[in-house]
């Protein structure tokens, strides 16, 4: 498809200029007087424009998305985007936001499909967005499709909305539990010692070992500091390796309690999004290479990638998902249910939901017994601070005694 720009007057007379995409000179032609527009200049265009770079937020994304399906239902999708352009910026929402709507906006005035005018800011619209808007422009069902896109979005965003407020509570009780055993190894636990320091005599073994690492902490704070941080950029440059990477998700992945977690996570999305594209009439190959980068972990990624080999080559997609042996059985055994029945998008939607009702449920008991957890371990750490130094002052006596 090459790009065309064009000057050209409406059925009113009203001169207009744009650009359009089409294989050849007559199909622009034909693209113009299908829009109702009468070429007086046609000429091969120039690329389309480069992305702004900027990104539309998540639940800006999703806001979006609603807004348009509503719009597109009962009114031009130009007279839409316009509408949400125009209350965007009555609205006040960040720059980037109303920046990325005009832009789009803009390229569907000049001639562009929704989908082609979305390709245009990757960074906000990644390609299974595009994909799909695609497929409800071809089906005639866009407004339906951009609705139950916003409803994905909506659900993930809900999801990750409760994990993040779910681990808020214990994430914050680590950091201040380790702040203030930190606080006792550093300032206080030297303090003390120095009054045990003129006895004369051994002090308790775990006595020893306490003071002696708080001496550590003490003084050498700047280093252990130096070597978390330097560990930390280790593992973050060790994760771009893809091999590496791949292996350390699989490790993830056979962890007792987290692993379940991680894989029912991922599968629930790979399950929500490949509905989306088969209630698309898109292919399940072209669906899956699409589902593709929405999955986070590695090996998962890896087991679906050779899914759509298998399926290319004739397998079904119970079969290939069997074969990959990474997905949980419920799934699977839904799968087969709606390839069977034929109704494939359904029954991925409902092993979806019950993945995802599955993972709220594991999520909710492994963190109702992480804070005690995490409590046992700080008041054990703060225990034997304590314990240590106390057993010099009830041995004060013996201590003392030549």
Request: aromatic share 4%; hydrophobic share 55%; proline share 5%.
């Amino acid at each position: 498809m090459a790009d065309w720009r064009y000057e050209a007057l409406d059925i009113a007379g009203q001169p207009r200029a744009g650009s359009l995409s089409a294989a050849s000179r007559d199909a622009a032609r034909a693209e113009l007087l299908r829009k109702q527009l009468f070429a007086t200049r046609l000429e091969p265009g120039t690329a389309a424009a480069a992305p702004s770079g900027r990104r539309l937020k998540p639940a800006a994304l999703a806001l979006f998305t609603r807004q348009l399906a509503t719009l597109a239902a009962v009114t031009p999708l130009e007279e839409a985007l316009r509408t949400i352009r125009a209350q965007a910026a009555s609205e006040g929402r960040d720059a980037a936001s109303a920046a990325i709507i005009e832009h789009v906006h803009s390229a569907v005035v000049e001639g562009r499909r929704l989908s082609d005018a979305m390709a245009l800011e990757p960074a906000s619209f990644p390609p299974l967005y595009c994909a799909m808007v695609a497929a409800g422009e071809g089906a005639g069902t866009l407004p339906q499709l951009l609705d139950r896109l916003a409803d994905l979005l909506d659900r993930q965003a809900d999801l990750r909305g409760k994990l993040q407020a779910a681990l808020a509570y214990p994430a914050a009780l680590t950091v201040v539990a380790t702040l203030a055993v930190a606080a006792l190894m550093i300032f206080v636990v030297p303090r003390i010692a120095e009054q045990f320091a003129d006895i004369g005599q051994s002090l308790p073994l775990l006595t020893r070992i306490v003071v002696g690492v708080s001496h550590i902490m003490a003084g050498w704070w700047w280093l252990i500091a130096l070597l978390l941080a330097a560990g930390a950029a280790l593992f973050a440059r060790a994760m771009t390796d893809a091999a590496t990477r791949r292996h350390f998700d699989a490790w993830l992945l056979g962890l007792p309690v987290a692993g379940r977690l991680i894989r029912n996570w991922q599968s629930a999305r790979l399950a929500r999004t490949l509905a989306m594209m088969v209630a698309s009439r898109l292919p399940i190959v072209d669906g899956l290479a699409l589902t593709l980068p929405t999955i986070g972990n590695r090996e998962i990624r890896a087991r679906v990638a050779r899914m759509a080999d298998d399926i290319r080559e004739g397998a079904s997609l119970t079969a290939a998902m069997k074969r990959a042996t990474i997905l949980p059985p419920l799934l699977v055994a839904m799968v087969a249910g709606g390839e069977s029945a034929g109704r494939l998008d359904v029954m991925l939607d409902r092993g979806a939901e019950a993945l995802e009702r599955e993972h709220d449920a594991a999520t909710r008991a492994a963190l109702a017994l992480l804070e005690p957890a995490i409590i046992l371990v700080m008041g054990g750490a703060v225990a034997v601070i304590v314990l240590s130094i106390l057993l010099p002052i009830l041995q004060l006596e013996s201590l003392a005694t030549p």
